[in-house]
């Protein structure tokens, strides 16, 4: 069973930046990945997604043009760059292996998840 790693969360303060790392298990990049949110109370919500071909990504409208997926095939590594924090970004962020190699928004087109990483922004 793939195994998904998070980290790199934390507090920041708005109008900051912060970037998540997902440390994967190998051959786990090749598929479609993904980064969700959940707040207390709210359903998890999508955030990025990046196909097998780095050319497929995209991204909630709530983020889009301030954050960034990429991956990291030498370190077997999921990246969410976050630039222009703002207080409604806070959430614990996941990141997910898809079932295939298109990016989708659905969670329920991801079979694998991590634990999750906390970030908080202050206003």
């Known amino acids: 069973q793939p195994q998904l790693a998070e980290s790199g969360g934390g507090l920041v303060q708005a109008g900051g930046s912060l970037r998540l790392s997902c440390v994967a298990s190998?051959?786990?990049?090749?598929?479609?990945m993904g980064w969700f949110r959940r707040t207390p109370g709210k359903e998890r919500e999508f955030v990025a997604a990046?196909?097998?071909?780095?050319?497929?990504?995209m991204y909630a409208d709530s983020v889009k043009g301030r954050f960034t997926i990429s991956k990291d095939y030498a370190k077997n590594t999921l990246h969410l760059q976050m630039n222009s924090l703002k207080p409604e970004d806070t959430a614990a962020y996941y990141c997910?292996?898809?079932?295939?190699?298109?990016?989708?928004?659905?969670?329920?087109?991801?079979?694998?998840w991590g634990q999750g990483t906390q970030v908080t922004v202050s206003s």
């Open positions: 990046i196909g097998r071909s780095d050319v497929d990504k």
């Open positions: 190998e051959r786990t990049l090749n598929y479609a």
């Open positions: 997910a292996r898809g079932y295939g190699s298109l990016p989708k928004r659905g969670d329920y087109d991801y079979a694998y």
